[in-house]
């Protein structure tokens, strides 16, 4: 149709890779600022009233208060991100409980081989095990030095940085073991079920 | 039948200067076809890589005129499809959109009233389109627009308003909620329900009421206007997104 | 209200996606009558709220803010998924 339309003089807001480009996924372009995407209202949990759960197939579940969770070995970490909607942001500051450290108060059936995320707002997403464990996944609660904003999934988000930011679930509250990976939100209209940006998984079958 | 909808492209025929931060853009389009007042069209931009951005932008023009639509459009800083708007659209430049869309946002001569119109900012536009058709189709609805702007300089189409205001049933009030010039007598605070009550008790609790504008003022006019007694179904809003301000 | 709801500032009515809504139907959506299958209330289309900046848009119930539909594009197709829609009426 208009395939071959150009807006003379329009490059849009995007940064140009520079000396960077390595680090920038197929498809994606930088962004300086954190943009904000938004499938809803933000929801507002009372800390007071917060809880994270991991249930499923765990031979007893365990749930953290917001006080008992400040209490668990934190890290910091520092890695780039990249959003489905094409841009990535280098060297983004996190401070969170890394999935790893949360699995060890609990004992995994040996059937377990994926997770479901909840959240907060009625959002899901799954992730394999192989892809939440090893350092690779974190329940982060602080950004760049600062309590994390609602808009940006605070009081407390998942952080999977190695694959499309949707997995980063906004608003997390709980991770469900499971024995099949199964979609979730996005993952069931469309989206790849895995996402890895490197590979461009994008879209179911990409 | 109308047509199914398809991207075209149009061409710039005119810019005007409306404010300091608003331009009035005149499209003239191959396929163009009769808009409803308040409607809107879809403004695809794309790079020479791919990259496209996609904003809409009311015809603030009455669907009397035809073959060309006016887009009244303001620059918002940050953004990205507004400033290439303003700063790199020239006359004679292409420009890809489809419309016209969005019959819910919509008054016509024959949808009655009486009308109550509420816009802040460039909230204005699909309202002044409204405003057009209704004195273009010589409706004597009776009318009034509540318009809220920073200052007296950024008020869109305040001539023409003035001029509008001036014939059969429609009144204008103003609010500046940044700074006023002397001897203002118009409002001067954020809209709220004491102003909305003012504005809206001679139209009664059977006006239809349509507002535009930034998504608080949306929100704060609609609970107002149906706590003062209008019926949730002829309160219609549209919110305009994210002005950065 | 906060004045600094970035979200709430996104937040845009379903007419705002009528163009969307009439390439995947064919026809003007923002007037059809859509009831909330999880709350039951009635509104039409173009009253409903509206998420874009997102990886597909998003509709849901003014009322009660449960998700009524989405909609995703890829390079391959358009999906939709109406779950939160008891039902849609359109008129002539
Ligand atoms: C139905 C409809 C009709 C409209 N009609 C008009 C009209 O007649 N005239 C008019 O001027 N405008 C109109 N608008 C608004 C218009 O569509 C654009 O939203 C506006 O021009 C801004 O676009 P932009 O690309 O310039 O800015 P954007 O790039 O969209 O940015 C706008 C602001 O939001 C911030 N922002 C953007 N995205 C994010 C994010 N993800 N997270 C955090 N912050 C973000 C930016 O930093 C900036 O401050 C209408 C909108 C709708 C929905
Ligand atoms: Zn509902």
């Known amino acids: 149709m208009s395939q071959k339309f150009v807006s003379r003089g329009f490059t849009g807001k995007r940064e140009r890779a520079g000396g960077q480009g390595a680090r920038v996924p197929p498809g994606q372009h930088l962004v300086s600022d954190f943009p904000v995407l938004s499938a809803g209202p933000t929801p507002r949990t009372d800390l007071a009233r917060w809880t994270f759960t991991i249930d499923g197939l765990v031979t007893a579940p365990v749930s953290w208060s917001w006080a008992d969770f400040q209490h668990l070995p934190v890290q910091d970490f520092v890695k780039d991100i990249s959003c489905v909607t094409k841009w990535t942001k280098l060297d983004t500051r996190w401070r969170g409980v890394s999935v790893d450290t949360l699995f060890e108060h609990v004992e995994l059936d040996p059937r377990a081989v994926a997770l479901i995320a909840s959240c907060d707002g009625g959002y899901t997403t799954n992730l394999l095990l192989s892809d939440a464990l090893n350092g690779q996944a974190f329940v982060a609660y602080e950004y760049d030095g600062k309590p994390l904003a609602p808009e940006h999934g605070g009081p407390a988000r998942l952080v999977v940085p190695h694959l499309y930011f949707w997995k980063s679930a906004k608003w997390v509250r709980g991770l469900r073991l499971v024995n099949k990976d199964a979609p979730g939100f996005w993952e069931s209209l469309g989206y790849h079920i895995r996402g890895d940006p490197w590979k461009e998984q994008r879209y179911t079958d990409d | 039948m109308r047509r199914p909808l398809e991207w075209q492209i149009a061409t710039v025929k005119a810019i005007a200067q409306e404010t300091a931060q608003v331009k009035t853009i005149t499209l003239v389009l191959p396929g163009w076809t009769a808009h409803r007042a308040g409607q809107h069209y879809d403004v695809r931009l794309t790079a020479a890589d791919g990259y496209q951005a996609q904003r809409s932008y009311s015809i603030a023009s009455p669907p009397e005129r035809p073959g060309e639509v006016d887009l009244t459009v303001e620059r918002i800083p940050d953004g990205e499809v507004s400033p290439y708007l303003h700063d790199v659209l020239v006359v004679g430049d292409a420009v890809e959109v ?83 010039p002397k001897g203002w007598t118009g409002y001067a605070r954020r809209i709220d329900q004491p102003m909305l009550a003012e504005v809206s008790g001679p139209l009664g609790t059977a006006a239809l009421a349509f507002i535009c504008g930034p998504t608080a003022l949306v929100e704060t006019t609609a609970s107002a206007l149906v706590q003062l007694g209008l019926a949730q179904e002829r309160v219609r809003t549209e919110r305009f997104g994210p002005t950065g301000t | 209200m906060n004045d600094n709801d970035v979200v709430r500032d996104l937040t845009l009515d379903g007419n705002a996606v009528a163009g969307l809504l009439e390439e995947v139907f064919g026809a003007d959506m923002t007037t059809a009558d859509g009831e909330c299958a999880h709350c039951g209330s009635a509104n039409a289309v173009g009253a409903l709220r509206a998420y874009t900046r997102a990886p597909g848009v998003v509709l849901r119930c003014p009322a009660c803010g449960g998700v009524i539909a989405r909609i995703v594009q890829t390079p391959r197709g358009t999906l939709v998924d109406l779950r939160g829609a008891a039902h849609l009426a359109m008129r002539r």
């Open chain 2, 98 to 180: 489809r419309g016209p869309v969005g019959g819910y946002f919509v008054w016509e001569a024959s949808s009655g009233g009486p009308l109550l119109l509420v816009a802040g900012g460039s909230g204005v536009v699909p309202l002044m389109a409204m405003l057009r058709h209704r004195a273009a189709a010589g409706a004597k609805v009776p009318a009034r627009l509540l318009y809220s702007s920073r200052t007296l300089e950024d008020v869109i189409y305040r001539q023409e308003l003035e001029a509008l205001a001036s014939r059969d049933g429609l009144e204008v009030f103003h609010t500046l909620t940044r700074g006023q």
